[in-house]
């Protein structure tokens, strides 16, 4: 690493947080899929 490195913090949600939250299930579920598990999701009642 550079000398500057140190210095650069990101501060914030993450850049893959902020690409939006079906990326974010759909790569989870991809990769419990990939380590042999069926994924079946359910709306929590009141949520969004």
């Given at each position: 690493m550079g000398r500057g490195a140190?210095?650069?913090r990101r501060h914030g949600?993450?850049?893959r947080a902020q690409r939006g939250p079906e990326?974010?299930?759909r790569r989870a579920i991809n990769a419990l899929n990939?380590?042999?598990?069926t994924v079946?999701?359910?709306p929590v009642e009141?949520?969004?």
């Open positions: 140190a210095r650069r949600p993450s850049p990326r974010a299930t990939q380590l042999g598990y079946t999701l359910n009141g949520a969004a």
